[in-house]
Nanobody, 123 residues
Framework: QVQLVESGGGLVQAGGSLSLSCAASGRTFSRYNVAWLRQAPGKEREFVAAINWSGGTTDYADSVKGRFTISRDNAKNTVYLQMNSLKPEDTAVYYC????????????????WGQGTQVTVSS
């Protein structure tokens, strides 16, 4: 029912900023909770941030709190992740995922996933 496509990844120097987009298909996307998750080489996939269907509730991993901001524009069927003060340890493939239930940190319960976009932060 939902197809997700991430974009905006690339190479950025430490301390810089990058904005990711997650574009979704379907008119019901506005009712889905969406999360950003990432996976670095040799590491398990980890939760980054989540936003509920209305945009009124968000959750962030401690490692990105204060640096990353998740937002959404339901009229455009798009969720964003603004990343500031990037660090080399932020290097990973970033995925967006969606689910109709609110369980921000339990990434294994998200039903829909995008293909991922690579973010590389150099020092």
């Amino acid at each position: 029912q939902v197809q997700l496509v991430e974009s905006g990844g690339g190479l950025v120097q430490a301390g810089g900023s990058l904005s990711l987009s997650c574009a979704a298909s379907g008119r019901t996307f506005s009712r889905y909770n969406v999360a950003w998750l990432r996976q670095a080489p040799g590491k398990e996939r980890e939760f980054v941030a989540a936003i509920n269907w209305s945009g009124g509730t968000t959750d962030y991993a401690d490692s990105v709190k204060g640096r990353f901001t998740i937002s959404r524009d339901n009229a455009k069927n798009t969720v964003y992740l603004q990343m500031n003060s990037l660090k080399p340890e932020d290097t990973a493939v970033y995925y967006c995922a969606a689910d109709r239930s609110w369980h921000p940190r339990r990434e294994w319960e998200y039903d829909y996933w995008g293909q991922g976009t690579q973010v590389t932060v150099s020092s």
